[in-house]
């Protein structure tokens, strides 16, 4: 059991910056697979970035390559996301999401999930 706790989130004008923060607790040993999903007012969540155990192989969404990096340390139990060039299309709440399993791209799922953090851009 896992427990996820984003933090970082706020609001930012068009082209600033934020860096998320997912801290784990529980058993985090047992963590492997990490990600970050978002969802805006009358979406579904959809996928952002994932990234696995090592940070060997980390994948993200096309709609924000070259813009946000992905990366975790585990000694400190925390996975971050760095978000740069925020656009108003990235306004949602980004949710932390891990599992047990390593990661299996593109065939993933997250059995632990944080309560998000608001992510509001301004235009």
């Known amino acids: 059991q896992v427990q996820l706790v984003e933090s970082g989130g706020g609001l930012v004008q068009a082209g600033g910056s934020l860096r998320l923060s997912c801290a784990a607790s529980?058993?985090?040993?047992?963590?492997?697979?990490m990600g970050w999903f978002r969802q805006a007012p009358g979406k579904e969540r959809e996928f952002v970035a994932a990234?696995?155990?090592?940070?060997?192989?980390?994948y993200y969404v096309d709609s924000v390559k070259g813009r946000f990096t992905i990366s975790r340390d585990n000694a400190k139990n925390t996975m971050y996301l760095q978000m740069n060039s925020l656009k108003p299309e990235d306004t949602a709440v980004y949710y932390c999401?891990?599992?047990?399993?390593?990661?299996?791209?593109?065939?993933?799922?997250?059995?632990?999930w944080g309560q998000g953090t608001q992510v509001t851009v301004s235009s």
């Open positions: 999401a891990a599992d047990k399993s390593p990661l299996k791209w593109p065939v993933q799922t997250f059995a632990s």
């Open positions: 529980g058993r985090t040993f047992s963590t492997y697979a």
């Open positions: 990234i696995s155990w090592s940070a060997s192989r980390t």
